[in-house]
């Protein structure tokens, strides 16, 4: 699995649009990019995922450039309840189910 | 009532004693997953099941067993406990058949363990 890199924290005020980086510059054509949450030592949470086009659903959008080696994950309104660690993960399909959790980025959400 | 349960939720034992965390789901999913986190890291597999019939080794399974007694059930086990065990401990299921890359899963809420 490819690896990934993302800074370890990041603040955000609430009800701005939060902003999560990671660079996959070794990601492979058939690898999609996974994002999951762990708040405050719960069990991770799936948040998103996609090949090459850029995805939506109700939590978040997942934005991912052209060449792939990047993507950004978009909470659009951040509140209270997303502060949390996000992990991006990527992996090619089939391959067991297994995640490689890096040590993700450190979301603080403040008033 | 969740999905995944893990128990118990917080256990302290001493070094040397065998431990067994056990994991249930009602989810009907035939993938299940041991994980470990050790404080400010990721989560690190530790050992995962196909079915019932199929166990493997994850990064991390040296100092670890595990059973796979129904569909619904996973159980790790510790059999001489040591300190650098002392960690959270997630179990994990996921459904193949959904297919392609939507490979989702869903997660127990930990079980802590200290072993002094």
């Known amino acids: 699995d490819a690896k990934t890199t993302q800074p370890p924290s990041m603040d955000c005020a609430e009800g701005r649009a939060a902003n999560l980086p990671c660079n996959h510059s070794?990601?492979?054509?058939?690898?999609?990019v996974y994002w999951y949450r762990q708040i405050h030592s719960q069990g991770p949470q799936y948040i998103i995922h996609?090949?090459?086009n850029n995805e939506t659903n109700e939590m978040a959008s997942l934005i991912i450039t052209e060449d792939r080696k990047s993507s950004t994950l978009i909470l659009p309104h951040a509140t209270l309840r997303d502060t949390a660690v996000y992990y991006c993960?990527?992996?090619?399909?089939?391959?067991?189910?297994?995640?490689?959790f890096g040590q993700g980025t450190e979301l603080s959400v403040k008033p | 009532d969740a999905d995944v349960t893990q128990t118990p939720r917080n256990r302290i034992t001493k070094t040397g004693k065998r431990i067994m965390l056990e994991c249930s789901q009602t989810?009907?999913?035939?993938?299940m997953y041991w994980y470990r986190q050790d404080p400010g890291l990721g989560l690190r597999l530790i050992y995962y099941?196909?079915?019932?019939?199929?166990?493997n080794k994850g990064e991390i399974s040296d100092g670890y067993s595990v059973s796979r007694q129904a569909q619904a059930k996973f159980s790790l086990s510790l059999e001489s406990a040591i300190p650098n065990q002392t960690a959270l401990y997630f179990c994990?299921?996921?459904?193949?058949?959904?297919?392609?890359?939507?490979?989702?899963?869903?997660f127990g809420p930990g079980t802590r363990l200290t072993v002094l």
């Open positions: 994990a299921t996921s459904d193949p058949s959904v297919g392609g890359s939507y490979n989702e899963q869903f």
């Open positions: 070794t990601i492979s054509g058939n690898e999609y």
């Open positions: 996609g090949l090459k």
């Open positions: 993960i990527v992996r090619a399909p089939n391959q067991g189910g297994k995640l490689i």
């Open positions: 989810k009907g999913h035939d993938r």
């Open positions: 099941s196909f079915d019932v019939k199929d166990i």
